[in-house]
């Protein structure tokens, strides 16, 4: 998704920062600016140096794939994980465990469920498991 850049008109702070999309607001001189408590909302004051605006519109576009899922696709059949174009190849305990781990999501997983996860055989060690 694009980042917009919009403006940022005090009078109209309910209706801007109600937006649910990435946002960079730009602030004049003098103007205050908005305090941005969405993740997909930032602000730059003007005028602002190019590579400033163009960090702010990379991160918050980073932040909306995160936030929708996009950043970080994981093929649990060969351990792959991509994290935005970034590919990496993780070793087999480490693709266990990520894979044990993400099919509890959202759950509190004991050490002992991801031993047995892991190591079904109960050949692991817990040194082995902090350690990954």
């Known amino acids: 998704m694009e980042v917009e850049t919009l ?17 960079l607001f730009m602030v004049g001189s003098g103007v205050e600016g908005p305090l941005c408590s969405n993740p997909l909302h930032d602000w730059v004051r003007e005028p602002a140096a190019d590579e400033d605006v163009e960090l702010r519109l990379q991160t918050l576009a980073q ?7 996009s950043a970080l696709t994981i093929e649990l059949g060969d351990g792959t994980v991509r994290v935005g174009d970034k590919v ?24 002992q469920s991801l031993m047995t ?4 055989a109960g050949d692991g060690d817990r040194n082995r498991l902090d350690a990954a």
């Open 7 to 23: 403006d940022w008109e005090p009078d109209r702070a309910a209706e801007l920062l109600s937006r649910d999309q990435p946002t």
């Open 63 to 69: 932040r909306h794939a995160a936030l929708n899922g």
């Open 88 to 111: 990496e190849v993780l070793p087999p305990l480490e693709a266990d465990l990520l894979t044990a781990l993400l099919e509890r999501e959202s759950k509190v997983v004991s050490r």
């Open 117 to 120: 996860a892991v190591w079904p």
